[in-house]
């Protein structure tokens, strides 16, 4: 039976400020500031990754439906550090705090959390499926033990919600679309496994309520630069040749945050027992299609490329079937035209171009 998170873990609160927090030195700010505001009355969502792509927008979205959120990231290097700076700080400013912890390194007694929240959402990953390829390690890292010691914390201190994110991914080489009664396909990547043990992690945890969400390529304003949007819009701007995998000929079905966002939401508002739901647009959108959409936006004319084979740790297709969601009323609405524009929009402005 699916059931709303409504109310605040007010017994909770108290005990888990008792737990040790020390080695930051953000917990005196908190500690002398704690007592002068209601935060015991608020809903409270806590976010790993927050200072991330999606992290970022999450954390807006709940702070503007006026629950209380905190987060942490690592503000590791793997893109820009400096994204994930201006990131966290337009997060700070709206009274956001963001710690900068590494989850894999909390040692268990040592709490993450300020206070127990209701809910929190797991996006902190080494999220670079290419990447991965060649740093096997520093997923197993962040995603596996990372994940693991996020899951010991949430069973000491009794957190009851979580939503983490896992990838469409773990359905590759199922036939399209893609949706949850899929087996678990053939993993091409280090990313893909460790998103893959993710799931079974969470299935095995103590935690009463945890749901892992399969995102299909999300896009928008502040995204990573490691993904196509953001790197082929980088290298048209500056007149560099953009790599082709597969010679284009390659399908995604892209998804724009706020309907990420939104299907993130929805499934907070419908948490059950164990659930995992596919995230996408539901449209499949040919990769040069793609391309041409943001040569459109930026207006500098036709790209250069460099087409190269396939890349091993890519899928060719990918599709989601979000009926489960649709269940829910999850509805994406925003299309590859209206999202891409918005995106190039965003890059004019943040690097002045
Ligand atoms: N963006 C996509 O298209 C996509 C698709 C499928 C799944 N996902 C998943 O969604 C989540 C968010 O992705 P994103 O696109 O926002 O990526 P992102 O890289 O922008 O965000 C992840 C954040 O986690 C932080 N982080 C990494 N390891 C950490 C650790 N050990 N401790 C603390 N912080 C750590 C990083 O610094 C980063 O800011 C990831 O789990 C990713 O695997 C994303």
């Not at 995102?215 to 490691?226: A, I, M, N």
């Not at 969601?325 to 994406?332: A, F, I, N, P």
Request: contains cysteine; aromatic residues 12%; hydrophobic residues 35%.
């Amino acid at each position: 039976m699916p059931h709303k998170i409504i109310g605040g873990n007010h017994e909770n609160g108290m005990e888990s400020f008792l737990v040790s927090i020390h080695n930051y030195n953000w917990f005196n700010t908190w500690s002398t500031a704690h007592g002068s505001i209601s935060w015991r009355w608020l809903v409270k969502v806590f976010i790993t990754g927050i200072a991330g792509f999606i992290g970022f927008h999450t954390a807006n979205h709940y702070h503007s439906k006026g629950w209380e959120v905190t987060g942490i990231d690592n503000f590791n290097d793997y893109y820009d550090p400096k994204l994930k700076k201006d990131r966290a700080d337009m997060l700070e400013k709206l009274g956001i705090r963001v710690y900068p912890v590494s989850l894999e390194q909390v040692q268990l007694g040592m709490s993450m959390f300020e206070s127990v929240p209701d809910l929190v959402i797991h996006l902190a990953a080494s999220a670079g499926i290419r990447h991965s390829l060649a740093n096997p390690l520093e997923s197993i890292r962040n995603n596996i033990i990372g994940t693991q010691k996020l899951i010991n914390h949430c069973e000491l201190l009794g957190v009851k919600n979580v939503i983490y994110a896992s990838t469409s991914a773990v359905m590759n080489g199922n036939s399209l679309p893609w949706n949850e009664h899929d087996p678990i396909g053939v993993q091409v990547s280090p990313y893909g496994y460790t998103k893959q043990c993710n799931e079974s992690q969470f299935a095995v945890s103590k935690i009463n309520n945890t749901v892992g969400l399969r995102f299909f390529t999300v896009y928008g304003p502040w995204g990573r630069p490691d993904m196509a949007l953001f790197d082929f819009t980088d290298k048209i701007v500056k007149g560099k040749p953009i790599t082709i995998f597969n010679n284009g000929d390659m399908k995604r079905d892209f998804t724009y945050i706020t309907d990420i966002v939104r299907g993130i939401w929805i499934v907070s508002q419908n948490m059950t027992e164990r659930d995992i739901y596919c995230i996408g647009n539901g449209k499949q959108v040919e990769l040069m299609d793609f391309v041409t959409e943001i040569e459109r936006n930026i207006g500098n004319g036709k790209a250069e490329y460099d087409f190269q084979p396939m890349h091993p740790a890519d899928a060719k297709e990918t599709w989601s079937d979000t009926s489960k969601l649709e269940k829910l009323g999850y509805r994406s609405d925003t299309d590859v035209p209206e999202g891409v524009a918005s995106f190039v929009n965003w890059y004019k402005n943040y690097y002045h171009v």
